[in-house]
């Protein structure tokens, strides 16, 4: 890679709008925007209209991937705790709402929450939201929960897929399934 860089030209790139000179034909670089949404307006939001906020992210994320010509197929929506990066998953059917967090990368399941629209106003679904919130703020302290029995661990016995297992459930079902997957 060569590139022409002085130590005030990015700087001046971000002034004028002008390009680097940087060739980038040997490196394989992604580009790929992320909403960020801090935690107390999401659990805000989620608590009081999911069904609005659903639709204010998704346009959000049209203008997003039209202002930066960058077409993901998957809601690259995030929520910001503390210094945690969360994957905020809001997937809304004719019928239901699914919330999920993730990982940042979706690789671990941390806490999720389904309801149909005409509960989405409700105390219940209300306590399942701030639940959600109990087991992200569980999670950036180091507890998590087996995906299987929801057993509250701090030390994690196996993985498979998004899914994180405790020592009991990780030998008696998990650890076998995994060992037979071929991830082809």
Known sequence: MTANITPNSWKDALHDRTELDIDMS???????????????SARENLRDNPLAFAAKTHKLMKQVKFATGYHWNNRNVHMRWNSHLLHMGIYVS???INVSFNTSFGSELIAQAFCTHAESSTDEWKAKVDEMFRRVEQYTKGIYHCSDCDA?????????????YCEKCWAQKWKA???KETYN
């Open 177 to 179: 399934i995994e060992a």
């Open 94 to 96: 004719e019928k239901s």
């Open 152 to 164: 509250e661990m701090t030390e994690i016995a196996g993985r498979y897929f998004a899914g994180i």
């Open 26 to 40: 040997d490196v394989q670089v992604a580009f790929e925007p992320w909403i960020i949404i801090h935690y107390m």
